[in-house]
C-alpha cells in the first residue's frame, strides 16, 4: 500500500519504454489534480526526451487501473459553482484526454483492473490498450446525475459504435474485458501475470519502427479521423509529406529493395 506522501504517479523506464503507474491504491487509483498533472508533466518530460520511444500507464494495485475522478474533490467544484467545475474539472480532464490522444509516441494502456469513468476515458484516449482477464469497463457517470466529462461522451461511441456506447453511458453497467475486445475498446486481453510482459512485447514491436513514421502514423490517425474523408485525406497527405523530408522513408526504401533483390536472387 503506498504511503500518503508516495508519488501519485510513478515512472519507471525500461530502456526506450517508459511505464506509468497511477499510484493511488487506497483510492482506486482515483484521478484527482495531483495525479492529472503529474501525468501530464511526466507525458511532458517524455516527449522531449528522443531516448524514450513508448508509454505505458498502468494503475497500482490489483483492483484498479483507474476509478475514475477523485469525486471528493469534485464535490469540491461542485459546491463552488458550475464555472469553477467546468474550470477546474472538465477542463482539466479533457485537457489530460486531448494531451494523451495527441501524444507524439504510442500509449498503451495497461488495465490492471476495473476503468470506471474517468479510467475509461483515458483508455479511450490511448493509442492502444491490453486489459487483464479480470479488467472491467464502465461509465457509471449517469449515477452520479451528469454525462462523461472528460471526453467518454464523444470518444467511446466513436470507439465501439453509436448503440454499444450509449448503453454503457445510459445505463453505466460494467463490461467485461472479453466484452471491450469485442468491442474495440481494447485490442488483446491477457492473463493478469503477464499484463505488462505483453505491453512491453506490443511497445517493442511498434518502436523497431522510425520514430518519425510512428509519429506521422499516430498524427495521420488522431487529427483525420473525426474528419470528412477529403479532410482526413489532407491530413494524411501532410503527415506523409513530413516523414518523406526525413531519412527515413530512404532508409525504409533502400532495405526492402534490398530484400527484393536478394529473393529474386535465391529464387532463380
Do not use: W
Request: aromatic share 4%; with cysteine.
Amino acid at each position: 500500500m503506498a504511503p500518503d506522501n508516495a508519488p501519485t504517479v510513478l515512472r519507471d523506464d525500461r530502456g526506450p519504454v517508459a511505464i506509468l503507474t497511477l499510484n493511488r491504491p487506497r483510492q482506486l487509483n482515483a484521478l484527482n489534480h495531483a495525479v492529472i498533472d503529474a501525468l501530464t508533466g511526466h507525458l511532458d518530460t517524455i516527449e522531449r526526451d528522443e531516448a524514450m520511444r513508448a508509454v505505458i500507464v498502468t494503475g497500482a494495485g490489483k483492483r484498479a487501473f483507474s476509478a475514475g475522478a477523485d469525486i471528493k474533490e469534485f464535490a469540491h467544484f461542485v459546491d463552488a459553482g458550475v464555472e469553477v467545475a467546468l474550470r477546474e474539472f472538465v477542463a482539466r480532464g479533457q485537457a489530460l484526454t486531448s494531451r494523451i490522444e495527441r501524444f507524439p509516441k504510442p500509449i498503451i494502456a495497461a488495465v490492471n483492473g476495473l476503468a470506471f469513468g474517468g479510467g475509461c476515458e483515458i483508455t479511450e484516449a490511448m493509442a492502444l490498450a491490453v486489459a487483464a482477464e479480470t479488467a472491467t469497463f464502465a461509465k457509471p457517470e449517469i449515477n452520479l446525475g451528469f454525462p462523461p466529462p472528460f471526453g467518454g461522451s464523444q470518444r467511446l461511441p466513436r470507439l465501439v459504435g453509436r448503440k454499444r456506447g450509449m448503453e454503457m453511458i445510459l445505463t453505466g453497467d460494467p463490461i467485461s474485458a472479453r466484452d471491450a475486445l469485442d468491442y474495440g475498446l481494447v485490442n488483446r486481453v491477457v492473463p493478469a501475470r503477464r499484463l505488462i510482459d505483453e505491453a512491453e512485447k506490443l511497445a517493442h514491436r511498434i518502436i523497431e519502427k522510425s520514430p518519425v513514421s510512428v509519429a506521422t502514423s499516430l498524427a495521420a490517425v488522431t487529427r483525420g479521423i473525426n474528419l470528412s474523408i477529403d479532410e482526413g485525406l489532407a491530413v494524411e497527405a501532410a503527415q506523409f509529406a513530413r516523414a518523406a523530408a526525413t531519412p527515413a522513408v530512404r532508409d525504409g526504401i533502400g532495405r526492402f529493395l534490398a530484400r527484393s533483390a536478394g529473393a529474386q536472387e535465391t529464387s532463380s
